[in-house]
């Protein structure tokens, strides 16, 4: 039998029993598949809430455009944009610009100060959503 001392995952404590034990009790693994499920959650919840505020900030910056909106990058620093999330990537094959969405909005930089919003419900997605239902 092997005796080599193994601690339980979720407390530390020193287990008993079975080599492949690796928690001292279903309370500890209970304990142990919650908090991980928690940081799961937290994690969607913290990542929602970017891509909730990046999506009214472009929402905001493009209210009454028709179109498309120039801004210097600034702009969207200064609201507190989050450059490292968004919904869909898009690359624009006659402009050769990469077009990151946030749900219907989304933007492309221009040069490295000025980025272009525009708003756009993508088609493709729709069609497939619909095809879903
Ligand atoms: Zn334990």
């Known amino acids: 039998m092997n005796t080599a001392t193994r601690t339980c995952t979720a407390c530390g404590n020193t287990i008993k029993g079975r080599v492949d034990k690796k928690f001292c009790n279903d309370h500890c693994r209970n304990n142990h598949n919650n908090r991980l499920n928690s940081d799961t959650v ?3 919840r913290n990542v929602n809430n970017i891509l909730r505020r990046n999506r009214r900030i472009l929402e905001e910056l493009m209210e009454g455009v028709e179109k498309t909106v120039t801004l ?3 702009v969207l620093d200064m609201k507190g944009y989050n450059f490292d999330f968004f919904t869909s990537l898009y690359l624009n094959e006659r402009t050769k610009l990469d077009y990151y969405y946030c749900y219907e909005y989304g933007y492309a930089f221009i040069d ?3 980025c ?5 419900i993508m088609s493709h ?3 497939q959503m619909d095809m879903e239902q």
């Open 125 to 127: 997605l729709m069609k």
């Open 72 to 74: 210097p990058k600034a």
């Open 116 to 120: 272009m919003l525009c708003r756009n």
């Open 42 to 44: 937290n994690y969607i």
């Open 112 to 114: 490295e100060e000025r």
